[in-house]
């Protein structure tokens, strides 16, 4: 009889066991990203493809965790009912507002989105984010509240700040890239009045700014965002776009045949490692667009294409860690936040369009596409939040101009006396 029971208790255990190890072995094959079906081109659409699927870096490349982040959620104080949601109406200006209401639904918004963005830098800020270091970055510098100082603080350090383009005296007399690449910097000695930078935003949908755009002397764009058919709500002038080396690099950009990247100024960046030299990154740049970059020079009669020294982005990244208390993600700044200081030095305002979220806030990642990710928004790459924090911190114009037509104005480097 002992024996029977003995058995029996022993068929039971070995059941469960059988059973939960099989539930153990179901539940990381549904919860784990199969390999062969993830982009293997870049960190970034990784780290994305991943963001998409519910997942976070953790530890390594090699180990990662789900989490809930398909919208990150401001922590409001329990006597605020509202939350920020994307794509709503709710605190927009109508035509039959009146101007009271109209500010107190600014304002409203205006909270909510700086409550909203700082939670997503505190998200970011987890260490449990940092730990996957695809670019060696070891950042020894202070860190500060940028909010501790004036805007005018801010913006002479970030003046002084190195981001350069390449020149022919740059580049070793041994390499073959020397030939291609211009006598001067990027705009030397050119100086305007007024320079708009256009994000690809969903939120510029429906937006209706393709006049104040095209208003500007200098309008800069990014990668392949396209004007046709869009001209209403992004303009149609371009007098600069920035790239990012995939772009250059990818055929379906079409990069050497597009109009896109005709009659107009380029400038292209790819990053290095935090401490890589210059020469070690033309050996072994993170995509090898420098072929399609010679063969453009090549074909166009009057070529104005600029490559941004590599070595200068993670100076713009160390003063954004420089004023962010908390430790930020080691990849580099975003071409948005890269293409403010580019312009910077040569006008006397620039126009950010939707970089600091407006009312029109929208889950679409680009204004193009009808794919959505509120990533594009809040950041799951680049240190994404900081960056428009610190932008809105720099803004001259009023709420009005940032929350409900949708740009911040920011004054120009020969404006500043540091």
């Given at each position: 009889?002992?024996?029977?029971?003995?058995?029996?208790?022993?068929?039971?255990?070995?059941?469960?066991?059988?059973?939960?190890?099989?539930?153990?072995?179901?539940?990381?094959?549904?919860?784990?990203?199969?390999?062969?079906?993830?982009?293997?081109t870049?960190?970034?659409?990784?780290?994305?493809?991943?963001?998409?699927?519910?997942?976070?870096?953790?530890?390594?490349?090699?180990?990662?965790?789900?989490?809930?982040?398909?919208?990150?959620?401001?922590?409001?104080?329990?006597?605020?009912?509202?939350?920020?949601?994307?794509?709503?109406?709710?605190?927009?200006?109508?035509?039959?507002?009146?101007?009271?209401?109209?500010?107190?639904?600014?304002?409203?918004?205006?909270?909510?989105m700086?409550?909203?963005?700082?939670?997503?830098?505190?998200?970011?800020?987890?260490?449990?984010?940092?730990?996957?270091?695809?670019?060696?970055?070891?950042?020894?510098?202070?860190?500060?509240?940028?909010?501790?100082?004036?805007?005018?603080?801010?913006?002479?350090?970030?003046?002084?700040?190195?981001?350069?383009?390449?020149?022919?005296?740059?580049?070793?007399?041994?390499?073959?890239?020397?030939?291609?690449?211009?006598?001067?910097?990027?705009?030397?000695?050119?100086?305007?009045?007024?320079?708009?930078?256009?994000?690809?935003?969903?939120?510029?949908?429906?937006?209706?700014?393709?006049?104040?755009?095209?208003?500007?002397?200098?309008?800069?764009?990014?990668?392949?965002?396209?004007?046709?058919?869009f001209?209403?709500?992004?303009?149609?002038?371009?007098?600069?776009?920035?790239?990012?080396?995939?772009?250059?690099t990818?055929?379906?950009?079409?990069?050497?045949?597009?109009?896109?990247?005709?009659?107009?100024?380029?400038?292209?960046?790819?990053?290095?490692?935090?401490?890589?030299?210059?020469?070690e990154?033309l050996?072994?740049?993170?995509?090898?667009?420098?072929?399609?970059?010679?063969?453009?020079?090549?074909?166009?009669?009057?070529?104005?294409?600029?490559?941004?020294?590599?070595?200068?982005?993670?100076?713009?990244?160390?003063?954004?860690?420089?004023?962010?208390?908390?430790?930020?993600?080691?990849?580099?700044?975003?071409?948005?936040?890269?293409?403010?200081?580019?312009?910077?030095?040569?006008?006397?305002?620039?126009?950010?369009?939707e970089?600091v979220?407006?009312?029109?806030?929208?889950?679409?990642?680009?204004?193009?596409?009808?794919?959505?990710?509120?990533?594009?928004?809040?950041?799951?790459?680049?240190?994404?939040?900081?960056?428009?924090?610190?932008?809105?911190?720099?803004?001259?114009?009023?709420?009005?101009?940032?929350?409900?037509?949708?740009?911040?104005?920011?004054?120009?480097?020969?404006?500043?006396?540091?």
């Amino acid at each position: 009889m002992k024996c029977s029971i003995t058995n029996f208790i022993f068929i039971n255990l070995l059941v469960i066991g059988m059973g939960g190890y099989l539930y153990m072995v179901w539940s990381r094959r549904w919860t784990t990203p199969q390999r062969q079906d993830m982009p293997t081109t870049s960190p970034y659409d990784r780290e994305i493809y991943l963001y998409n699927r519910g997942y976070h870096m953790h530890l390594s490349n090699e180990t990662l965790f789900r989490s809930k982040h398909s919208l990150p959620r401001p922590k409001i104080p329990s006597s605020n009912p509202h939350k920020v949601a994307l794509d709503s109406t709710e605190f927009r200006c109508l035509s039959n507002d009146s101007e009271e209401d109209c500010s107190k639904k600014t304002a409203k918004f205006k909270e909510l989105m700086l409550i909203h963005l700082s939670n997503s830098f505190e998200e970011e800020s987890n260490v449990l984010k940092h730990s996957n270091n695809t670019y060696n970055v070891h950042y020894e510098g202070i860190r500060e509240d940028f909010r501790a100082k004036s805007a005018k603080q801010v913006l002479c350090e970030l003046l002084n700040t190195k981001f350069k383009t390449l020149k022919k005296s740059d580049i070793n007399e041994d390499e073959t890239l020397r030939n291609s690449m211009p006598k001067r910097e990027f705009f030397e000695n050119k100086y305007f009045n007024s320079c708009v930078m256009v994000t690809n935003a969903g939120a510029l949908r429906h937006s209706d700014l393709g006049r104040f755009i095209d208003s500007h002397e200098v309008v800069l764009r990014f990668n392949h965002a396209p004007t046709r058919h869009f001209n209403h709500d992004v303009g149609s002038k371009t007098t600069v776009r920035v790239l990012n080396s995939q772009v250059v690099t990818r055929p379906e950009f079409k990069f050497l045949t597009s109009p896109l990247y005709k009659n107009l100024t380029l400038v292209v960046w790819d990053p290095s490692n935090y401490s890589a030299s210059l020469e070690e990154w033309l050996k072994r740049p993170e995509h090898n667009f420098i072929p399609n970059l010679m063969a453009y020079r090549k074909q166009e009669a009057r070529p104005r294409i600029f490559m941004v020294n590599p070595l200068t982005v993670w100076d713009v990244w160390d003063f954004l860690q420089r004023n962010s208390p908390k430790r930020l993600r080691k990849n580099p700044p975003s071409s948005g936040f890269l293409g403010l200081r580019l312009l910077l030095p040569h006008c006397s305002f620039v126009d950010v369009v939707e970089y600091v979220p407006s009312t029109r806030a929208s889950k679409r990642c680009h204004y193009f596409d009808p794919k959505e990710n509120p990533a594009c928004t809040f950041g799951a790459w680049h240190p994404l939040a900081a960056e428009k924090l610190l932008t809105y911190h720099f803004n001259d114009a009023t709420d009005d101009d940032v929350f409900q037509k949708g740009f911040v104005r920011v004054s120009g480097f020969r404006n500043l006396k540091c």
